[in-house]
């Protein structure tokens, strides 16, 4: 998708079907390497997660020229998307949403857009945001992109779908619930001018470099994991996110200790949980006996959950499974038999469990 896409002769609905083209071919091509086993789950993870961000940053481009032919453009201005989650983290697996958030700055003099029909700087970035949400979400006759997940945009739900910069700044440095920051380690600006992307990646940095309590730190993040497991908790070990020791266990210790250690050492701070463990013990914030079980339960757990969720739509039933996506699992998890996979899944579980009750305190 390139700039001579979005001339005026060719319609939304066109782009809108390229768009869907490309990504479920490049994602597909993605998914024959995971299964052929050429490339392991880190690997897929920062593919899948590329790809989302070129189509986000083609689509951005579309939809603000949209923009700009009825309603001009907001002298000074520009937004930034800034990518959360599995994707900020490039953790993205063949079946992952798009979590993130927008952020618009423009100069204080400004008070609307240039076009014949101008709008005030807050509604044209609520509007571009509305559009390249539909743009990325919205099925057409070529299928759909991705689910788009707002929420952990500032004030949530209840807020505005982008935020001024300044909004954003004094949101995180006073507002901000611990969840919110654990979240904002995976903050990652993917598209945008240059100018406003280093300010809100300065932001970032910012909030996450504030001093903390470290037991008030802990109760917080102990509350929400109990919540959590209160709400979807599980003894399935093949629900590998919810399930004690699993993905959520081994996320939440990582963003426990990079809000610890980042006021006095920045360098931990990483959006990939696997990076930031390695960080963490190399600045001697996870003990050496910790990362030798985190670094390498990470690496099994996202390959597992690679297949799964690209061979899946629902849970995974071993009872019910065919041979060959066992043999994929076995593959994944370097397992004899499928009876060694799982024993040394469960044992890998509990030692992470143990684990975040050891270090989240």
């Known amino acids: 998708i390139?700039?001579?896409?979005?001339?005026?002769?060719?319609?939304?609905?066109?782009?809108?079907d390229r768009a869907r083209v490309v990504g479920s071919e490049q994602a597909f091509l993605i998914g024959v390497r995971v299964l052929s086993g050429s490339i392991n789950a880190s690997q897929a993870g920062g593919a899948y997660a590329l790809l989302a961000e070129r189509l986000i940053g083609a689509l951005q481009g579309f939809v603000e020229l949209e923009l700009s032919r009825n309603h001009g453009i907001v002298p000074g201005a520009g937004a930034v998307v800034v990518a959360m989650g599995k994707l900020g983290g490039h953790e993205m697996t063949a079946s992952s949403d798009l979590d993130l958030i927008v952020v618009y700055d423009f100069d204080e003099d400004v008070i609307e857009s240039d076009g014949s029909r101008p709008l005030a700087p807050s509604q044209y970035y609520s509007r571009m945001t509305q559009r390249l949400i539909t743009a990325l979400s919205a099925p057409t006759a070529e299928g759909t992109l991705y689910e788009v997940d707002m929420r952990l945009r500032p004030s949530g739900q209840s807020g505005p779908l982008a935020a001024r910069l300044d909004t954003f700044i004094?949101?995180?440095?006073?507002?901000?619930?611990?969840?919110?920051?654990?979240?904002?380690?995976?903050?990652?600006?993917?598209?945008?001018?240059?100018?406003?992307?280093?300010?809100?990646?300065?932001?970032?940095?910012?909030?996450?470099?504030?001093?903390?309590?470290?037991?008030?730190?802990?109760?917080?993040?102990?509350?929400?994991?109990?919540?959590?497991?209160k709400e979807k908790g599980t003894d399935n070990i093949w629900d590998l996110k919810q399930v004690r020791g699993g993905l959520v266990d081994m996320e939440f210790i990582a963003q426990f200790l990079q809000l610890v250690a980042a006021h006095e050492h920045p360098q931990v701070l990483d959006q990939n949980t696997a990076a930031a463990l390695r960080k963490l013990a190399r600045h001697g914030y996870l003990a050496a006996e910790h990362a030798d079980v985190l670094i390498p339960a990470s690496e099994l757990v996202?390959?597992?959950?690679?297949?799964?969720?690209?061979?899946?739509?629902?849970?995974?039933?071993?009872?019910?499974?065919?041979?060959?996506?066992?043999?994929?699992?076995?593959?994944?998890?370097?397992?004899?038999?499928?009876?060694?996979?799982?024993?040394?899944?469960?044992?890998?579980l509990a030692q992470i469990h143990a684990i975040f009750n050891d270090v989240v305190v």
């Not at 390139?2 to 809108?16: A, H, P, Q, Y």
């Not at 690209?310 to 370097?334: H, S, V």
Request: charged content about 30%; some cysteine; proline content about 6%.
């Open 302 to 348: 996202h390959d597992l959950t690679q297949i799964l969720r690209l061979c899946l739509d629902g849970p995974f039933t071993p009872d019910a499974a065919p041979k060959g996506l066992k043999e994929l699992l076995m593959r994944a998890g370097d397992a004899p038999t499928f009876q060694a996979l799982e024993t040394r899944l469960s044992d890998t």
């Open 2 to 16: 390139t700039e001579r896409d979005w001339s005026s002769d060719v319609c939304s609905s066109d782009l809108l």
């Open 170 to 229: 004094n949101y995180q440095n006073k507002e901000a619930w611990t969840w919110e920051h654990m979240a904002l380690t995976r903050a990652r600006v993917v598209t945008g001018p240059p100018l406003l992307r280093a300010k809100v990646e300065a932001a970032i940095d910012a909030a996450l470099r504030q001093p903390r309590d470290r037991t008030k730190l802990a109760a917080d993040v102990c509350e929400m994991r109990e919540r959590i497991a």
